[in-house]
């Protein structure tokens, strides 16, 4: 069973197109996160949100908004694509919302725009 | 300064061999450590925790310096199946997030 689930695994999309990405955890974990990772290699959080609250990085551009229907997803919405944006998009999950024990990520979507 | 910094490598080492790499991070007041491995075109893996007094899973070793800010990995009798990016993680003491440095690469050669 994959503990953290994404999908797609790849997506290719034009310039100003809107697209989403899914992710699924089945940990039973109650925090979860976004992550993108650059060709520079640095992973830089996103979002992160747990049932309480949603907490926005704020360098994120607000063409960026993650939806939660509920603690075991937290899907990717993206629109008006750009060219900066292609990275690759982790999802990762945690018990509590401390880092404490660590994150458990999911395998990646590999965003291309062109 | 960045909140956690890393030679990026690579180390090239034999098998069999031992190669040890540091990072540094900025905040001193983070309380949770980690290494991280990341292989090619995959995601992150947990490899260990770092705690205070150090500490051995078997082949790798993690050492915490509070004073000097900075964490180490030690591996010893390197493998092939060893080759890949070690990400340094360190916890943001502003809001418990981790922050993750851009890793050191590792590529054991036979």
């Known amino acids: 069973d994959t503990a953290v689930s994404q999908t797609p695994k790849y997506l290719v999309t034009q310039m100003g197109n809107d697209k989403s990405i899914k992710c699924e955890q089945n940990?039973?974990?109650?925090?979860m996160y976004w992550y993108k990772q650059d060709s520079k290699k640095f992973l830089k959080i996103m979002f992160s949100?747990?049932?309480?609250?949603?907490?926005i990085n704020e360098t994120v551009p607000n063409r960026f908004s993650p939806k939660s229907p509920d603690k075991a997803h937290l899907n990717l919405h993206i629109n008006s694509l750009e060219l900066g944006d292609s990275a690759v998009y982790f999802c990762?999950?945690?018990?509590?919302?401390?880092?404490?024990?660590?994150?458990?990520f999911g395998s990646g979507t590999r965003l291309t725009v062109v | 300064r960045k909140e956690v910094e890393q030679d990026p490598g690579p180390f090239n080492v034999p098998e069999g061999a031992t190669v040890a790499f540091n990072c540094t991070y900025s905040?001193?007041?983070?309380?949770?450590f980690f290494w991280y491995r990341q292989d090619c075109r995959k995601e992150p893996k947990l490899l260990m925790s770092?705690?205070?007094s150090g500490n051995e899973d078997g082949r790798f070793t993690a050492q915490l310096n509070r004073a000097s800010q900075y964490i180490s990995l030690l591996i010893r009798d390197s493998k092939l199946s060893d080759s890949a990016t070690y990400l340094c993680?360190?916890?943001?003491?502003?809001?418990?997030?981790?922050?993750f440095g851009a890793g050191t690469t590792v590529t054991v050669r036979a």
């Open positions: 905040n001193s007041a983070s309380q949770s």
């Open positions: 990762a999950s945690s018990q509590g919302d401390t880092g404490v024990y660590g994150y458990t």
């Open positions: 949100y747990n049932n309480k609250e949603l907490i």
């Open positions: 940990l039973g974990h109650d925090t």
């Open positions: 770092v705690y205070s």
């Open positions: 993680v360190v916890n943001r003491p502003e809001d418990y997030k981790l922050s």
